[in-house]
């Protein structure tokens, strides 16, 4: 069988360091991958030079090279879809206006979904605001593509946190687990080491960092470390000059390979923002959210009954609210449709099950109760 792999924005910086792990087999093994690249008209030339590319790489498993300007034929039964391609933030634009030109871009994406890709289609939206872009996608094929099918890539802010522990402590990276981002993949988000990390000693012992690092080590936890990953990006660009890409596209690769491919291992939960019908940890249903998540099977599952402590939900409930504006401000523009197919689709109704009862005040002001309620039995 031959995974038919989309990739938007293909043409950019993120999609050009993308595309080798996806077509060498580093993601998908020795299954053999066709790869649809998706940009816009004007950079179809310069796509092509990547196309050739790809193909001087003479990898074993890249069957063929499709380079389109038309979601319809880039979707076209795709197994597997990689959203990278968007609006970018302007110098001087509100974020507002950047979820605007997005939401648009992101409807058009999810109604070619809904037209033309595999019914078990898995999309990994990558472009920013992540997290919203992905939730409007998703809403827009809803009636015929699972919201489970869906993540926004939170992976890169997890591997930033395991990065920065591995090197306080002097470690190799793979032995620092369970890291989790939650929230907004942007300056809300909230990396929390101290909850369920541990490292793995040689021997495969698991130590809690909470107990196992000395007090110093744990109060840079609790301060230094959050603000350096919150702000890495940002950081990234002030010194690159450019924002990250080949991070960003390894941690894209590997969180498809997680997902999708080896699962997680015995114990390890990973970073993915996802679609929270559950009002898991008592964070707002109806929003893309980024939690710890174990996959198997190619599905993602949230890691539930962790114990949080008061400031750590004060941090998710920032990053929610932040979610909850961008939702409203991406709503505004496709809400009209979506309230009629709230009264036609029952699936529509179980996915948007606290927005079809009220406004989304009344969404917001429920989520505030269930976390008051949550806050005062701490
Ligand atoms: N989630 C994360 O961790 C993360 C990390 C880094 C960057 N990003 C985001 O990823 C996105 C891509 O970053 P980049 O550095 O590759 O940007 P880039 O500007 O180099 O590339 C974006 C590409 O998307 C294309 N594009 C724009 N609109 C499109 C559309 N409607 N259909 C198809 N293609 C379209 C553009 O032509 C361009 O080639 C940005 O939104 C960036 O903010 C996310």
Not at 50 to 79: G, K, Q, W
Not at 156 to 185: C, E, F
Not at 290 to 302: L, Q, T
Not at 326 to 343: H, M, T, Y
Request: neutral net charge; hydrophobic residues 40%; aromatic residues 6%.
């Amino acid at each position: 069988m031959t995974i038919k792999i989309a990739v938007s924005g293909a043409a950019g910086q993120i999609g050009y360091a993308l595309l080798p792990h996806l077509a060498n087999g580093h993601v998908f093994g020795h299954e053999q991958v066709e790869l649809r690249l998706l940009e816009i008209p004007q950079a179809l030339k310069s796509l092509a030079g990547t196309r050739y590319e790809l193909l001087d790489c003479a990898f074993p498993t890249l069957s063929d090279v499709i380079c389109t300007a038309d979601p319809l034929e880039a979707f076209d039964n795709a197994d597997v879809v990689v959203l990278v391609g968007g609006f970018p933030r302007l110098k001087g634009m509100q974020r507002k206006d950047l979820i605007t030109r997005n939401t648009s871009i992101f409807t058009s994406m999810g109604q070619a979904l809904n037209d033309v890709a595999a019914s078990d289609v898995k999309v990994l939206v990558v472009a920013n605001p992540a997290n919203t872009n992905c939730l409007v996608t998703l809403k827009e094929c809803s009636s015929r593509i699972n919201p489970k099918n869906f993540c926004a890539l939170t992976y890169l802010d997890h591997q930033r946190a395991k990065g920065q522990i591995a090197q306080r402590l002097g470690v190799s990276a793979n032995k620092v687990k369970n890291v989790t981002i939650w929230g907004n993949h942007s300056e809300t988000l909230y990396p929390d080491a101290l909850t369920d990390g541990y490292l793995v000693d040689e021997v495969g012992n698991k130590m809690p960092l909470k107990s196992t690092l000395s007090a110093e080590d744990v109060d840079w936890l609790k301060g230094a470390f959050v603000s350096t990953v919150q702000n890495r990006g940002k950081k990234v660009i002030e010194i690159r000059g450019s924002s990250s890409a080949m991070s960003a596209a390894i941690s894209a690769a590997d969180c498809l390979k997680k997902w999708l491919v080896t699962g997680t291992q015995d114990g390890e939960t990973i970073s993915m923002a996802v679609y929270n019908d559950q009002g898991y940890y008592g964070i707002a249903k109806d929003i893309v959210f980024s939690f710890p998540c174990v996959c198997k099977n190619g599905e993602w599952i949230v890691k539930e009954g962790l114990t949080l402590s008061k400031l750590a939900y004060e941090r998710l409930e920032i990053s929610q609210n932040e979610l909850l504006e961008e939702r409203e401000a991406a709503l505004e523009l496709i809400e009209p449709k979506l309230k009629r197919s709230i009264s036609t689709s029952s699936s529509t109704i179980s996915m948007m099950s606290t927005a079809s009862e009220g406004s989304l005040s009344d969404v917001k002001s429920s989520s505030v109760v269930e976390r008051n309620a949550i806050l005062s039995k701490i």
